[in-house]
DNA sequence: AAAAAAAATGCACAAACACGCAAAAAAACG
DNA sequence: CGTTTTTTTGCGTGTTTGTGCATTTTTTTT
């Protein structure tokens, strides 16, 4: 294995894990404990990551806006990115929902996959857009400045033509009985029409809003084919959608 | 076996496997090791490879560029930016092309204005996404990373809909004989129906870029009612533009 | 304070590299 | 067609780079 490729997987792993061990490095990676800390020792003058006694963090590239600071729920939502991004596959067709949680998933698609996303968040774009290999499709529409993210007919339309493998929903809101549920009507209309046009839906919902209802139905629970949670898939918060054949993970 | 044979090998390899080895390519190809690293040192002049040592990786397109690009005369578009701001008016709607001249106007729209900005540019609209009474449309399609608009004729199909009062234009080459040009294709074709759809058209201006044509048209001379630099109007310059009517601010 | 773990340092060695040169191959020319 | 010129290739030389190991120093843990 050339240095460069440890040196990309290093990273790699750093982005989804935050932090590497050299002692765990010199195992996957079958060279010597000294090999990664010569390796570790040149991203670090490169300024790509942090090194610490045992290893390396992740260098903070930016600091990150205000409003994702205050992010509720903020490492929930990074464990379900980090269950949500194995789903992942080179060439797929995908369609990501705006929210913060798929914002979360967005930061740690690894370089190599190769994909096509579809999506109507301002941020999601702007942070998929400093990936090397992910063609981004922007879908347009008006700007609603809250949720950054584009709403009204223009986004419905374009949808209805797309063809996409997989469908990535964030969600406020997920019942057994009411199914699918979103506070903004415009954005029911768009979710709704985004798990049309996909084949494999994809349910992204933090633990503590399983069971919750909104005020307008996005889609019954029968569309939706798996639910991504922050907590352990057996919980039996979950054996009623199993009954159901959900993949819970 | 020729020499451009092997290097078209060599390519083909790379983009499949993502990375060669020198002593891999001299085994399958049939020639030393030396001729290889001459392969591969060719095809690093030309920027198609990444070389290291033992072989070489996938050129990664480094998303720098639009930063570097942004930067440049950014006390020229500032000043522009502060002159073109007195053109925009409350209830105006407005069509911004993706230019970091625009990006800088954008950035100081003062709050009381109250109007409808179309834009493509990804960072246009994250930086009025911040402004508490603009509407923003932002018009989908393919994200250009380098530039970070959105390209294609999922762009160009919605602006023919739109009637817009003014029209800001930043552009890299404008010429008394040969009007408005663009090095890209795509980007021309946009521009082109940005400005059938406003009434009045501003182009925004470096100085030192009047006079300059680039390779694809966008409209005529003719079709421009306003041009925005960084110097003086009353330059000489600018004689021409004036007897054919045009605005110099 | 002692023990353990990790890091730095110096060294050895093999693999990969650069450079010059000459042979071979290809192209250009009369 | 043969000859000259240019390009491409392989080889010998010495140099650089990447890696692992032994030893010492530093940091962390107990």
Chains 1, 2 share one sequence.
Request: hydrophobic letters at 40%; one cysteine or more; charged letters at 25%.
């Amino acid at each position: 294995m050339l240095k460069q490729e440890r040196h990309k997987l290093i990273l790699d792993m750093l982005k989804t894990s935050k932090k590497v061990l050299s002692k765990n490095l010199s195992d996957e990676l079958q060279v010597s404990e000294d090999t990664i800390r010569r390796d570790l020792k040149e991203l670090e003058l490169q300024d790509l990551i942090y090194r610490v006694h045992g290893g390396a963090l992740l260098k903070e590239i930016r600091v990150r806006s205000y409003d994702e600071r205050s992010t509720a729920d903020i490492d929930e939502k990074k464990k379900i990115a980090l269950k949500a991004v194995k789903l992942l596959k080179s060439g797929q067709v995908i369609i990501m929902s705006g929210s913060s949680t798929n914002l979360e998933l967005a930061k740690i698609i690894p370089s190599e996959i190769n994909a096509t996303i579809y999506t109507y968040s301002l941020p999601i774009a702007v942070e998929l857009s400093h990936h090397p290999a992910i063609e981004v499709i922007f879908i347009g529409g008006k700007l609603n400045k809250e949720a950054q993210v584009t709403v009204g007919i223009d986004v419905v339309n374009p949808i209805y033509n797309i063809s996409a493998d997989i469908c990535f929903m964030g969600t406020d809101g997920i019942d057994i009985s009411r199914g699918l549920t979103e506070p903004n009507w415009e954005v029911s209309r768009i979710k709704n029409s985004m798990i049309r046009a996909s084949n494999y839906v994809v349910v992204m919902c933090v633990s503590s809003r399983v069971n919750s209802v909104k005020r307008h139905s996005v889609v019954p629970i029968t569309e939706i084919d798996a639910i991504v949670s922050d907590i352990n898939p057996d919980h039996s918060m979950f054996s009623d959608f199993k009954a159901l054949d959900l993949t819970i993970i």
